[in-house]
């Protein structure tokens, strides 16, 4: 009994209230695979009751000038960041990322989010033209959508769950999240701090849950007229099959294939490092890692020997360890999936240079049952093997050897992902004419993960429909309507 009371429990916030729920789910502690947290297992009365909250809150918020709700976001900005420190605890011990990682990028972005939309939504301007003879001007007013329906992901739990939320309240929405089942603490967390700011009942109401239980009641509700999700390909049909009848809004960033292209004139000293951190960041949980490396023939002897090198100096540890470069998994569902690729690969005749299987990993005792990989780098492998081909969101990456430009640039714009991509090169102009062919919504040379807030953020392809960013946002996030005066 006096685990069980020790267990972290969660509430539903609906209508600036945390309500318990009938029944609930256990949540683990990735670093040492126990139960240290139970998530409300809600579904449909949960989301009614949501949707009514609102609703109701919609009229009153949304009539709001656009200063008065950028003041409040900015206040919500201000209180997380006085409490940065606690979420970040919270957020490393809930996914498993190092504490070092939730304190420079995962809870700073968050805060980032909010203080970015606050500003963004100041600076947006209508469109206006004359008929002079006709008599005629016509001009355009953007106008909230209504209630918002924003489903995260476990990845970057509270990063991703604020980008969805500030550009949504900012328009004057009203919004019902439904964070992963699986990182669930800081989203309950943020609730605390919303009355605080200032952010009237019903405006932002959470609910927790899994995506066939919550997740569809939300996404099939009539009254619900937008979804703005975040996760898996086979996820997005079933969102995409609920919203039809109902000819939802839907903005979807979805999975990626992400190659790094390093041609013969790249820095390797700057290359490789970069090129560890984009591919194994976050236990290569994000969806923007790299995992097909392309290197020219001429250099790929000498970049993998430095490559292999520098991934074994990655060290793995428990979240709290400060000199720890990654931390566990998610899951022990999700660990096993991602080993399974490492084994897929030795079967069909690939070697595995570093990582699984080939070095030993160390953990304190307590943390023997924690979802620990290290990072593993496979090479000898075919473009055709699912290595290559499917996404494992883990720290697994392929090295293969490449001839020439035209050949690399048709072998990474042969799968069916399009989110994004590195490439390497000291000649600017063959940098221009390779990001230009390449069918990514993102393209980075020479540097990876450096993000401008304000340009668009997405997929293409199979990688996702719209975009985020602050123009994105604002369009997507409002309806726009032409008004015709006759004079």
């Not at 960041?81 to 700073?108: H, N, V, Y």
């Amino acid at each position: 009994m006096a685990a069980t009371k020790a267990l972290l429990m969660l509430e539903n916030f609906i209508d600036g209230k945390f309500l318990p729920c009938s029944s609930y789910i256990d949540s683990y502690d990735p670093s040492t695979g126990e139960v240290y947290c139970r998530v409300p297992n809600s579904g449909k009365d949960e989301i009614e009751a949501a949707v009514k909250a609102a609703r109701e809150a919609f009229p009153g918020w949304s009539s709001r000038s656009p200063q008065e709700r950028s003041r409040v976001l900015n206040q919500v900005a201000d209180l997380l960041e006085q409490s940065l420190e606690e979420f970040a605890q919270a957020e490393s011990k809930d996914q498993g990322k190092t504490l070092a990682l939730a304190r420079t990028m995962d809870i700073p972005r968050s805060v980032q989010n909010f203080r970015f939309f606050a500003s963004s939504i100041l600076h947006h301007i209508s469109e206006c033209t004359q008929m002079d003879h006709l008599g005629c001007m016509h001009y355009t007013v953007r106008t909230p959508v209504g209630v918002a329906g924003l489903i995260s992901p476990w990845n970057l739990p509270l990063y991703l769950l604020t980008w969805k939320i500030a550009p949504a309240m900012a328009a004057g929405n009203t919004v019902i999240a439904k964070p992963s089942e699986l990182t669930s603490v800081t989203a309950w967390m943020l609730c605390r701090l919303l009355d605080e700011a200032g952010v009237p009942p019903g405006v932002v109401n959470i609910v927790f849950g899994t995506g066939p239980r919550v997740g569809e009641a939300l996404v099939s509700h009539p009254e619900v007229p937008l979804i703005s999700f975040t996760g898996s390909q086979p996820t997005a049909e079933r969102i995409t099959q609920l919203s039809a009848p109902h000819c939802k809004k839907l903005s979807l960033e979805l999975g990626g294939k992400n190659p790094a292209i390093i041609f013969e004139d790249a820095n390797l000293d700057e290359c490789v490092p970069a090129t560890v951190r984009s591919s194994f960041a976050n236990q290569g949980e994000i969806c923007l890692c790299t995992s097909r490396i392309f290197v020219q023939k001429s250099i790929y002897r000498e970049f993998l020997k430095r490559f292999v090198e520098a991934t074994r100096e990655w060290k793995v540890g428990i979240p709290s360890d400060p000199l720890a470069s990654m931390g566990a998994l998610i899951s022990k569902a999700h660990l096993e999936k991602v080993r399974s690729y490492v084994k897929k690969a030795l079967a069909e005749g690939a070697q595995i240079q570093c990582g699984e299987g080939v070095d030993k990993l160390s953990l304190p005792a307590r943390n023997q049952a924690g979802y620990f990989m290290l990072p593993t780098v496979i090479t000898d492998i075919r473009d055709e093997s699912c290595c290559m081909t499917e996404e494992i969101f883990g720290p697994v990456t392929c090295v293969v050897p490449f001839d020439s430009e035209e050949e690399v640039i048709e072998r990474a714009n042969s799968l069916k992902y399009g989110l994004a991509a590195v490439v390497w090169s000291s000649n600017v102009g063959r940098v221009h004419r390779v990001a230009k062919k390449l069918q990514s919504g993102l393209v980075w040379t020479n540097c990876w993960l450096i993000r401008e807030l304000n340009l668009p953020f997405g997929g293409m392809k199979s990688s996702g429909i719209g975009r985020e960013g602050a123009k994105d946002s604002y369009d997507f996030f409002t309806e726009i309507k032409t008004i015709t005066i006759k004079h």
